[in-house]
């Protein structure tokens, strides 16, 4: 059974770990969560963690992170709003096994587009955190949001694609409506991303 160390901070409202918890409780995902660890203390998921008796830490830049999670024998990291950037030495020592999930639609190739549905062109939003990545689908005028899940690489906001999510985009959305129906697809596609990893 996989072991996972799921990352958070105090920038998530916790719905991709509780997605994954409830994922993991309903043996629909046949993984273990050994470890949650946070960049903060305020981060909401830490209760979340807790009230499910999974181990939780607090850490900051001085932290071995790649030390804890060969300590705990971590197969898979799963980035769930973490705000510190992950050092270059660890996506090396766990090359493709950390898993994000990007609020924009990563192409496969570096060069290359990822589509919409429509066949319109969907928007990388790279380096865009969360808020400011939904407000650029309205901005553009982008005919769909989505979100990607891959694994980390070398490359900035880019790896090797997992899954992508799509939602159309109504009239009136505004940033809180689209990503209220964007947020349940990802939950969604990060868990069945993790379920193609482990359930083998």
Request: net charge positive.
């Amino acid at each position: 059974m996989k072991k996972l160390a799921i990352l958070i901070s105090d920038a998530g409202t916790g719905t991709n770990l509780q997605a994954i918890i409830d994922a993991v409780k309903t043996k629909k995902l046949k993984a273990k969560i050994e470890l949650v660890v946070s960049s903060s203390k305020d981060a909401l998921g830490l209760k979340k963690a807790q009230e499910n008796k999974i181990l939780t830490m607090v850490v900051d830049k001085k932290n071995d992170l790649k030390k804890i999670f060969e300590d705990n024998q971590i197969d898979l990291i799963v980035l769930a709003g973490w705000k510190l950037i992950i050092p270059q030495s660890l996506i090396s020592a766990f090359k493709n096994k950390i898993l994000n999930l990007h609020p924009g639609l990563i192409p496969d190739k570096m060069e290359g587009v990822a589509l919409n549905p429509d066949k319109t062109n969907g928007l990388w939003n790279r380096g865009k955190l969360t808020d400011i990545a939904i407000k650029n689908f309205l901005d553009k005028k982008a005919t769909y949001a989505g979100s990607t899940v891959h694994f980390l690489s070398n490359e900035f906001d880019f790896g090797k694609i997992l899954n992508r999510c799509f939602e159309k985009i109504l009239p009136n959305d505004t940033l809180e409506s689209l990503y209220k129906r964007l947020k349940k697809k990802e939950n969604k596609i990060y868990v069945e991303s993790l379920k193609h990893l482990c359930n083998k």
